[in-house]
């Protein structure tokens, strides 16, 4: 694997650890997942006026696509209302590679290999021990997570199927980022009834530069995968993991202890070697 996937990986891994603890030190979640949300759909404007429009196959892909994600930012925020930075993201990160998983087992009799066997196995103590003792995650903060886990699993499944049903994959994103924004906006007017944002506000800013971070979180993995696999860019990716913790301890105040220490370590080696 090359320097250059290592260190595009990594940076991802950061950015997306960061976006997260910018998403979990908000005062109105929701609110600022909406921003960014709609951040990403400004940004795409320009990229879905150049490509060409997807076919008629691919938009049930899309639409599928951009409402689970909808669905994973509310479960996302209601997980950190309820729970830690340094405890929620392990369990949605670990979650994702061990559902992917077992599925394609399950359902799919794809035979697990020594790594990914030790991967499950695991990734399961690692979520375990966050959610068991007297630092244990909060039974609601752990069901929002493995339910927004589970999102996650599905959304990546359809995308994985439905960026082949389009000539540019990058339009496919395009158009699942576009639509997502508008539809998490219109969520929450109804939930809220109405959207206010305040575009001199300091906060609005904040939030959409968190839009900005998250994009290129996601652009660096994409860039990352033209110099090496894609298992390989995944397991580095997944040291997000062990950063979401540090960010926690560093700039949230969060408790860091030897134990959730560990036990995000132990969700990070799995994940890798699921990715492997």
């Excluded at 752990?142 to 000539?167: F, K, N, P, Q, W």
Aim: a positive charge; hydrophobic letters at 60%; glycine letters at 10%.
């Amino acid at each position: 694997m090359s320097a250059i996937a290592v260190g595009l990986a990594l940076v991802a891994a950061i950015l997306h650890a960061s976006w997260n603890a910018f998403l979990r030190n908000g005062a109105d979640r929701l609110w600022s997942v909406t921003v960014m949300g709609l951040a990403g759909t400004a940004i795409a404007v320009p990229f879905i006026a150049y490509f060409p429009l997807p076919g008629s196959a691919a938009w049930f892909y899309i639409l599928l696509s951009s409402g689970l994600q909808v669905g994973y930012s509310l479960f996302l925020v209601a997980a950190y209302r309820h729970g830690e930075l340094g405890q929620v993201y392990p369990i949605v990160r670990g979650t994702v590679p061990l559902l992917v998983t077992l599925g394609g087992f399950l359902f799919f009799g794809q035979i697990l290999g020594v790594y990914q066997t030790l991967g499950v196995v695991l990734v399961a103590a690692g979520i375990m021990s966050l959610s068991l003792g007297k630092t244990r995650a909060a039974n609601s903060s752990l069901a929002y997570a493995l339910l927004t886990g589970l999102i996650i699993a599905c959304y990546s499944t359809v995308d994985s199927r439905g960026v082949h049903m389009v000539e540019q994959p990058s339009a496919y994103a395009m158009w699942v980022l576009f639509l997502y924004g508008l539809m998490l906006a219109a969520t929450y007017a109804v939930a809220r009834r109405g959207l206010v944002i305040d575009v001199r506000s300091p906060v609005t800013w904040k939030a959409v530069g968190g839009g900005v971070v998250a994009l290129m979180a996601y652009g660096l993995v994409v860039i990352a995968y033209a110099y090496a696999p894609a298992g390989l860019v995944t397991a580095v990716r997944e040291t997000s993991v062990v950063f979401a913790v540090l960010i926690g301890a560093l700039f949230l105040g969060e408790r860091f202890t030897l134990r959730r220490f560990i036990a995000c370590l132990i969700v990070a080696v799995g994940a890798i070697c699921v990715s492997l």
